[in-house]
């Protein structure tokens, strides 16, 4: 586990951080419920992108505290919540009994991967209230939760 960890952490190191604090690209997603949402319906409000596939034990993994970190803001309308799955509806349903998740969640997103060039899982983005990237992890790591949590927080602020 422990190994595990400090690859997840070390591969993190390798992320495009000279994107903090630039533009995020424009988007439009529809989630499993029919509901758009947009960089224009989200403008002004801090946006958690959650990138993930059924396959992946460290992404599922993290389902448990990333809906601790949506319930604790869940009723903060300055912050919005995107699951943004490789897997079509099908298979993601078929998940969602066991794992529950509870924010809005975008199937098929592979156009939505390449729009924010993510190419490794999980990977969870924040975007600040100005449209710019404040946050980008790679990997699966105990903890992610507080990272997101803290990183929500400071957008906030700005």
């Known amino acids: 586990f422990l190994i595990l960890c400090w690859t997840a952490f070390l591969f993190a190191q390798h992320e495009p951080q000279d994107l903090l604090g ?3 690209q424009e988007f439009e997603f ?5 509901q758009i949402i947009s960089s224009n319906s989200t403008q002004g409000k801090v946006v958690v992108l959650n990138f993930w596939y059924v396959g992946c034990k460290p992404c599922l993994k993290e389902m448990p505290e990333l809906n601790r970190v949506f319930e604790k803001y869940a009723k903060n309308s300055d912050v919005v919540f995107i699951s943004i799955t490789l897997d079509n509806l099908e298979r993601v349903e078929k998940k969602l009994s066991r794992y529950n998740i509870k924010y809005p969640i975008v199937v098929d997103g592979q156009e939505a991967c390449k729009t924010f060039n993510v190419s490794a899982y999980p990977t969870n983005i924040v975007i600040d209230r100005n449209g710019n990237y404040h946050f980008r992890f790679t990997g699966g790591i105990s ?3 507080k990272l997101i949590s803290a990183s929500i927080e400071e957008a906030l602020k700005r």
């Open 30 to 34: 529809k989630d499993i419920n029919g």
């Open 143 to 145: 903890g992610i939760g």
């Open 22 to 24: 630039t533009k995020a």
